[in-house]
C-alpha cells in the first residue's frame, strides 16, 4: 500500500505565495508522475500541474506563477502571486508501481484559501 500525505495549505491574502508538499510512503518500487489537482466547491477536479523525470506541465491558468518540483518521493507545489480563484481543495497524486500493481494514489487533499 501507498499513502501521500500533503501539508502546506491555508489561508493567504491575495499576491502572497504558499507552498505545498506531498511525500509518498510505502511498498514503492517506482514513481513514474506525481502531480497537484485541486477541487473548488461545485467544480471538477482539475489538473493544476505535473512533473515526470524532468518534464514539467502546467494549467494554462497557473502558468508563470506556480512551480512544481520533486525530490525523491516529495513533490512541492510553490504557489505566487495567488488569487482568489486558486482557493480550492488540492490533492497530490501519485503514479506508483508497488511489488503487486501499478496504479494511481491520492492524498487526502488540503484545503487553500484565498482572500482578503
Known amino acids: 500500500q501507498v499513502q501521500l500525505v500533503e501539508s502546506g495549505g491555508g489561508l493567504v491574502q491575495p499576491g502572497e505565495s504558499l507552498t505545498l508538499s506531498c511525500t509518498a510512503s510505502?511498498?514503492?518500487?517506482?514513481?513514474?508522475?506525481m502531480a497537484w489537482y485541486r477541487q473548488a466547491p461545485g467544480k471538477q477536479r482539475d489538473l493544476v500541474a505535473r512533473?515526470?523525470?524532468?518534464d514539467t506541465g502546467y494549467a494554462d491558468s497557473v502558468k508563470g506563477r506556480f512551480i512544481i518540483s520533486r525530490d525523491k518521493n516529495t513533490v512541492s507545489l510553490q504557489m505566487n502571486s495567488l488569487k482568489p480563484e486558486d482557493t480550492a481543495v488540492y490533492y497530490c497524486?501519485?503514479?506508483?508501481?508497488?511489488?503487486?500493481?501499478?496504479?494511481?494514489?491520492w492524498g487526502q487533499g488540503t484545503q487553500v484559501t484565498v482572500s482578503s
Open positions: 512533473i515526470a523525470s524532468d
Open positions: 497524486h501519485a503514479y506508483v508501481s508497488t511489488p503487486m500493481v501499478t496504479t494511481n494514489y
Open positions: 510505502g511498498s514503492i518500487s517506482v514513481i513514474y508522475t
